[in-house]
């Protein structure tokens, strides 16, 4: 797919927002449509199915992390991007950004040539272009893209550096990755990563994923919202 027909869906109550980040994409040749809140942002997904959305967080009548938790429950959607675009940089408001199903989190203010740097490495993550991810993998050892996963030691590589994995974080990532493209229900990972004998708290897989996040980057586990996780 060429660059000239993605559609880009911005969400944002400032009109001066849009227009300048509109003017830019459109420059880039992307198709661009966009909503004032995210009620308005949710409808024109589901008639234009946008391959990357980008949400401000703060917006009137429902905002960016709402839109985002009802954009992730829309199948068509599974393949869409979606990244925060907003002056609120705290941890916190990025921890919810990203459990709400987000793919990525950009902070205000920023510089048109990086945004548009940006935006093209999140298509790249779209399932267009990369609908299957090779994996090669023997006995011990599983290689995917950056990243290999040496089951013997516990250990990972990713971008050249090696670390070694509290188990359980070790086991959510090796099961992710053991089927890239694959929706792991919250359910699954439960019996799969703890046993059906263990009993753990709702939060338990949320803060693992939040752990191997900032361990692997944000690029490679995405949320369903009210689904479950895939390795991307």
């Known amino acids: 797919m060429s660059d000239n027909i993605f559609k880009i869906l911005l969400v944002d109550d400032e009109d001066d927002i849009i227009e300048f980040i509109s003017y830019n994409l459109k420059r880039e040749g992307y198709k661009v449509y966009s909503a004032k809140n995210g009620i308005e942002a949710i409808k024109i997904a589901e008639e234009e199915i946008p391959n990357l ?16 938790e009802e954009l992730r429950k829309i199948p068509a959607l599974n393949n869409t991007v979606i990244a925060f675009l907003t002056a609120r940089g705290e941890d916190y408001s990025q921890i919810a950004g990203f459990e709400a199903g987000a793919d990525d989190y950009i902070t205000k203010p920023i510089r048109p040539k990086v945004l548009v740097s940006r935006v093209k490495a999140l298509l790249k993550r779209t399932g267009e272009i990369t609908t299957e991810v090779p994996v090669i993998q023997d006995s011990s050892t599983v290689a995917i893209g950056s990243l290999m996963i040496d089951k013997e030691k516990y250990m990972i590589r990713i971008n050249s550096e090696d670390m070694i994995l509290p188990r359980k974080e070790f086991e959510l990532l090796s099961l992710l990755v053991s089927k890239p493209g694959k929706v792991f229900t919250r359910e699954e990972i439960y019996y799969s990563v703890w046993g059906d004998n263990v009993v753990v708290g709702d939060r338990t897989i949320d803060v693992h994923i939040r752990k191997l996040r900032e361990k692997i980057g944000n690029d490679h586990i995405k949320t369903l919202k009210g689904i479950g996780y895939k390795f991307v």
Do not use: H, K, R, S
């Open 53 to 68: 959305v980008i949400l401000d967080v703060m917006m009137q009548e429902m905002d960016g992390i709402a839109a985002c």
